[in-house]
């Protein structure tokens, strides 16, 4: 993954594929996926789902664009975020990253997540790799999914209309049945890994972080289930209790991305053990009243706030975000004239995915030039 600068001054993000010269027929697998990645990716279209800008050829090389975003990755993030809360009040306030710490809402992010994954999921698309790394953080700390190098469609009768995903991905975040058998992804697989995702969020470690992947994976198929520390904040319960109907063992007992809307609708734990009882239309349909009725009394929508307060849980349905990146003037330009820094940094792995969007772009080795990687604050 590259750095770039648009000719107007908005930062982009250059993907290109790892391809091994020792294995041709592994190259051109690698480039089929890499293809696939961005057909998908330009028919997607979300607040919560990272932009798509365009393709690049540069001296014969293939690379899709997106926006450059500030805080990077989610995994990054909050094991920075760990290790701040770890520090002393006098260190903390000269922390560079203190604002955006501080302003960091589990909540928030959380819905910002399930939001994303449940527009992918009414498409039929199922992520195929949900965990922190691949969700990126904008400078409103706006959480936006990513990395769809792992995704596939279904078609209407849910079956994928590609090579089946199996045994591919991230074995701490995959479920039970992906693990013990030869069961293809799903969406309800991605489901489980969402609540993976949500251990992440509250503990900003990856699930069972004490335990290498085998142990893990043997965790997994017993039925072990990361377990809710005293230490823990009162108000991270309910999202725990989200997390455990996420990773439920029967697939057909976890909750779908719209069920999981309806229940952070309400903001409370009591919703989950609800929608248990009322079942997935009936609960539905009355968290859509409900949120219809406090639309109405209140005359508008709000802005999503740019702060939110730790103990706060905010009413997803009273959140409206229509903002568009890069901005409209920028959209239309060509990309040329992107400059890199000249020290190489490792490759950055939080950012091995692109967006929507449906223009593509060529430019020649003259015009755009990558010649190094760039270095993220949260690495």
Same mark, same amino acid.
């Given at each position: 993954m590259f750095r770039g600068t648009h000719v107007t001054g908005v930062d982009l993000a250059l993907k290109r594929p790892r391809i091994s010269a020792d294995d041709p027929q592994e190259a051109e697998n690698v480039l089929r996926r890499f293809r696939r990645e961005g057909k998908i990716w330009e028919a997607l279209t979300h607040p919560n789902i990272l932009q798509f800008i365009g393709t690049m050829n540069i001296s014969g090389e293939t690379y899709l664009i997106s926006p450059w975003l500030e805080h990077g990755?989610? /995994?990054k993030f909050v094991s920075a975020r760990l290790r701040f809360l770890g520090l002393s009040e006098d260190v903390r306030h000269l922390h560079p990253s203190r604002a955006a710490f501080e302003r960091f809402n589990e909540w928030y992010i959380t819905h910002g997540i399930i939001s994303g994954?449940?527009? +992918?999921?009414?498409?039929n698309v199922i992520h195929g790799?949900?965990?922190a790394a691949n969700v990126l953080l904008d400078a409103e700390m706006r959480p936006m999914l990513c990395d769809f190098g792992m995704t596939k469609v279904l078609d209407g009768t849910h079956n994928i209309t590609s090579t089946a995903m199996k045994g591919a991905g991230s074995f701490r975040w995959m479920s039970p049945e992906l693990l013990s058998t030869n069961t293809p992804k799903s969406l309800k697989s991605d489901i489980f890994a969402f609540g993976m995702t949500i251990v992440e969020v509250i503990t900003g470690n990856v699930p069972f972080p004490d335990i290498p992947n085998a142990n893990a994976i043997v965790a997994i198929i017993s039925g072990q289930r990361p377990a809710f520390?005293?230490?823990f904040q009162i108000s991270f319960r309910n999202l725990w209790i989200l997390a455990s109907a996420c990773w439920d063992h029967e697939p057909a007992r976890r909750p779908s991305a719209r069920d999981i809307l309806a229940i952070m609708a309400k903001s409370t734990g009591t919703s989950l053990f609800e929608y248990q009882a009322l079942g997935t239309d009936a609960y539905v349909a009355s968290t859509e009243q409900a949120a219809s009725r406090r639309a109405s009394s209140s005359g508008s929508y709000v802005t999503a706030p740019s702060s939110l307060a730790n103990d706060q849980e905010? /009413?997803? !349905?009273?959140?409206?975000?229509?903002r568009v990146y890069p901005p409209a003037a920028t959209r239309g330009a060509? +990309?040329?004239? +992107? !400059?890199?820094p000249l020290t190489p940094q490792p490759p950055l792995s939080p950012f091995s995915t692109l967006g929507h969007g449906t223009r593509r772009h060529s430019e020649s080795q003259q015009e755009a030039k990558s010649n190094a990687y760039d270095h993220h604050p949260y690495d």
């Open positions: 990755d989610l /995994s994954l449940a527009y +992918l999921h009414k498409q790799d949900m965990k520390q005293q230490i905010p /009413s997803p !349905t009273d959140v409206q975000d229509d060509p +990309l040329r004239r +992107l !400059t890199m």
